[in-house]
């Protein structure tokens, strides 16, 4: 709102801005803004090959590789992870040779994860929290599809170039809170969608939030080339929206001349 802006310009001497939007946004109010990008772009400049990422992955580069990303949160894992299991069951039953890998955001998220995928039925693998950041650039390099909850992964996917199928839930209490005390509407959640302002990333969110739903975005995913191309084309036009890289360095030199200055 304009009292937060107000405030925030009054103890802001410089602004370095991620999106150009907020550049805009905060010029149009006066701001000394410099738009500098993206970080993720500066992450993923220098990335592995498919053939590169699957032998460190241990994976067959012929293969294919579904990932799951269902929680950084604990009721993220208790809301998410047992409809994205139970996805990545019968898509494995479609392809038996898929594989399934399913980093963990926190180490006490590993056991419970594992027991998600065994109860569904899923041969699949959970990534150590401690290896999973080490892990990042080749499980994105390597992976066909992910499915998971919205959040800045998406645009690290994005930018990496797997399709996604996005998804959120919470309890329904929550969820008619939302709804009917705070008026809680929105056109997208995940930052990819946001940021083109169209709906290329499937949303599925709480009652759509089945398996159902998931398999139908899915499968065309994995299967249809043309879908495929369509989100990586939707991509390349996000990543023309977040800037360059060296990111990282023009930061450091706008900071640089905001004290020499």
């Known amino acids: 709102n304009d009292d937060g802006t107000s405030s925030l310009l009054q103890f802001t001497d410089r602004i370095l801005a991620i999106f150009p939007e907020e550049a805009s946004f905060y010029a149009s109010h006066g701001a000394d803004v410099t738009w500098v990008g993206h970080p993720l772009l500066d992450l993923t400049a220098s990335r592995p090959d498919r053939t590169e990422a699957c032998r460190h992955l241990g994976l067959d580069p012929d293969g294919r590789l579904l ?12 809301y998410l992870m047992p409809v994205l299991a139970q996805v990545a069951a ?19 998220f590993e056991q ?7 109860a569904a039925g899923v041969r699949g693998r959970v990534i150590p929290a401690a290896e999973a950041d080490g892990l990042k650039p ?9 499915l998971g909850k919205s959040g800045t992964v998406n645009i690290e996917l ?6 996604q199928v996005v998804g959120y839930k919470v309890s329904r209490l929550t969820a008619w809170v939302a709804r ?28 759509s939030f089945t398996v159902e739903e998931f398999m139908a975005q899915a499968v065309p995913l994995l299967e249809d080339l043309q879908c495929r191309q369509c989100m990586l ?12 890289p060296g990111v990282t360095d023009r930061a450091a030199s706008a900071i640089l001349d905001s004290i020499q200055q």
Not at 67 to 78: D, H, I, N
């Open 158 to 163: 994005a930018l990496h170039g797997v399709p």
């Open 233 to 244: 084309d939707g991509y390349r036009r996000l990543r023309q929206t977040l800037g360059t």
């Open 67 to 78: 990932l799951l990303l269902p929680a950084s949160r604990p009721q993220e894992l208790r």
């Open 112 to 118: 419970p994860l594992a027991d998600a995928l065994q």
């Open 138 to 146: 080749s499980l994105f390099a390597a992976a066909d599809l992910a």
């Open 90 to 108: 019968r898509l494995q039953a479609r392809d038996p040779s898929l594989s399934v890998m399913v980093p963990a955001g926190l180490q006490r």
């Open 180 to 207: 009917h005390l705070l008026s809680f509407q929105v056109d997208h959640i995940s930052p990819v969608n946001l940021l083109l302002d169209e709906r290329l990333v499937p949303e599925l969110l709480q009652d």
